[in-house]
């Protein structure tokens, strides 16, 4: 019995199927080990970054061994299987050159048979090897010389040889080749930054950075042509006013089309029963250690919401994109979005989960305060990590907020009216509002959000809830 030492045993490697690739899964085998299989059979079929590709034998002879299960990635170059040429042919040169094979004279392949495989050419004649003289050749010293003899042929007909051929295609995959020919770009002339010496989609769009061309000195001063002043737009100013974008409005919707085109949002709607809430409002207007202090809806709100968080824990967190990983965040910083006469700012009560109802207070009339008068630093809109909008003062029933850059959830609170409610069985005049929760589907799946949205919603139609769960 042979055995896979012998020279009649040949292994075909991992081909380079996508022009750079440097892996492709095994999807399935169509052949197994005692197989005959003949010049150009399929045996496998591989899948690459974008399609999936058959794989044909070069040579013939009978399967020996699979090297890689089905469902397994495998570098360019990996041997994948065995086979057994003994009875069914020598191999091609281009398939193996681990040893040289026995002189015999070479049958010619018949006539017409296209090469299935870049790389696998078919002999057009016969020939006849010339038997040796002298002492016996090292296989390792014929096999150099059989790839040098290639060499030499490659270079007559190409110019150049088979080594500077395979430097001068660079590695990228079939996405990054399309960008590259769609800009016009030459993968030749690209810097590669990706692991392996890869070229990536930003190194293509990096070629693509306009570079200044060098400055010829001209053998004659020339004259520089006066410049073409830029055309002024005009518009009657009687029926349009412009605005320039800067400031906060430009920050605002850099930030806004940053969260609304990166986290998928999902927003719920829920419609309640506030009546016990206000009247819990008008009580504790009256309650000294509150006294001078702002009490209203929102302040019962942000509470429920702070109890809600704590009771559903992971819901304030982020989304960390560059180390794919979840951040949760056990302190609790309570953006309150506020608009203001330089537009919409949103900064928040840091540590507002370790607050008492006074303290929780006393910040947010601080918060809103200081806003109207334009007075927020930069330093209270930063670190937010959940965030409430009260669209209810402008008369709105609800809205779906959009999310704070780097938040995973947002509640919004709609205007509070009186309409007709079944309670305890029968329809009465109630004061009702609807709340909707914005989240960031990543990290948030609908069970929590719900979940959350419904606590907050129970502790305003019960306020008692706060005593037991807060």
């Given at each position: 019995m042979t055995t896979m030492t012998e020279a009649s045993v040949r292994e075909f490697k991992m081909p380079?199927?996508?022009?750079?690739?440097?892996?492709?899964?095994?999807?399935?085998?169509y052949v197994q080990p005692g197989d005959t299989v003949t010049d150009g059979q399929v045996v496998c079929e591989v899948e690459t970054a974008k399609a999936a590709v058959e794989l044909p034998i070069p040579y013939d002879g009978v399967v020996r061994e699979l090297r890689f299960p089905e469902g397994t990635t495998v570098d360019v170059g990996t041997a994948i299987i065995a086979?057994?040429?003994?009875?069914?042919?020598?191999?091609?040169?281009?398939?193996?050159?681990?040893?040289?094979?026995?002189?015999?004279?070479?049958?010619?392949?018949?006539?017409?048979?296209?090469?299935?495989?870049?790389?696998y050419g078919v002999a057009t004649s016969s020939t006849k090897r010339r038997p040796r003289k002298g002492p016996e050749v090292?296989?390792?010293?014929?096999?150099?010389?059989?790839?040098?003899?290639?060499?030499?042929?490659?270079?007559?007909?190409?110019?150049?040889?088979?080594?500077?051929?395979?430097?001068?295609?660079?590695?990228a995959k079939p996405p990054v080749r399309k960008l590259a020919k769609d800009l016009g770009v030459d993968l030749a002339t690209v810097?590669?930054?990706?692991?392996?010496?890869?070229i990536t989609r930003e190194d293509v769009h990096a070629a693509v950075t306009p570079v200044p061309e060098p400055?010829?000195?001209?053998?004659?001063?020339?004259?520089?042509?006066?410049?073409?002043?830029?055309?002024?737009a005009s518009y009657d100013a009687t029926r349009e006013t412009r605005i320039p974008v800067k400031g906060v409005r430009k920050a605002t919707a850099a930030a806004m089309i940053g969260s609304a085109f990166t986290a998928p949002h999902v927003t719920e709607f829920v419609t309640v029963d506030v009546t016990r809430?206000?009247?819990?409002?008008?009580?504790?207007?009256?309650?000294?250690?509150?006294?001078?202090?702002?009490?209203?809806?929102?302040?019962l709100i942000a509470k429920a919401l702070l109890v809600a968080i704590r009771r559903n824990p992971d819901i304030n967190a982020s989304w960390d994109e560059p180390n794919?990983?979840?951040?949760?965040?056990?302190?609790?910083?309570?953006?309150?979005?506020?608009?203001?006469?330089?537009?919409?700012?949103?900064?928040?009560?840091?540590?507002a989960h370790a607050k008492t109802l006074p303290q929780l207070a006393e910040s947010?009339?601080?918060?809103?305060?200081?806003?109207?008068?334009?007075?927020?630093?930069?330093?209270?809109?930063?670190?937010?990590?959940?965030?409430?909008?009260?669209?209810?003062?402008f008369g709105v029933d609800t809205g779906t907020p959009i999310l704070p850059p780097g938040e995973a959830a947002i509640l919004a609170v709609g205007s509070i009216k009186l309409q007709p409610w079944v309670h305890k069985g029968k329809v009465k005049p109630r004061q009702v509002t609807t709340l909707a929760l914005s989240f960031d589907h990543r990290l948030v799946d609908g069970e929590l959000g719900s979940k959350v949205l419904a606590d907050v919603a129970a502790i305003l139609e019960q306020p008692k809830k706060l005593i037991t769960w807060g």
């Open positions: 380079d199927v996508g022009e750079g690739l440097t892996e492709a899964e095994i999807l399935k085998w086979v057994d040429v003994a009875g069914g042919g020598a191999a091609p040169a281009e398939a193996s050159v681990e040893a040289p094979a026995p002189e015999t004279a070479v049958e010619k392949k018949p006539e017409g048979r296209t090469p299935v495989l870049v790389g090292p296989v390792q010293q014929a096999s150099a010389e059989k790839i040098q003899a290639v060499q030499a042929v490659q270079t007559e007909l190409n110019g150049h040889g088979p080594a500077a051929a395979v430097e001068s295609r660079p590695l810097t590669p930054s990706g692991p392996d010496g890869i400055v010829v000195e001209a053998p004659e001063p020339v004259r520089a042509a006066a410049p073409v002043p830029a055309p002024v809430t206000l009247k819990l409002v008008e009580e504790l207007k009256q309650d000294k250690d509150l006294a001078g202090l702002r009490v209203n809806p929102l302040l794919q990983e979840i951040v949760l965040k056990h302190y609790v910083n309570l953006g309150i979005a506020a608009a203001t006469p330089r537009g919409l700012i949103v900064p928040n009560i840091k540590d947010l009339g601080e918060l809103v305060a200081t806003a109207r008068d334009g007075r927020t630093s930069p330093a209270a809109m930063q670190g937010g990590t959940v965030t409430i909008t009260n669209v209810g003062v």
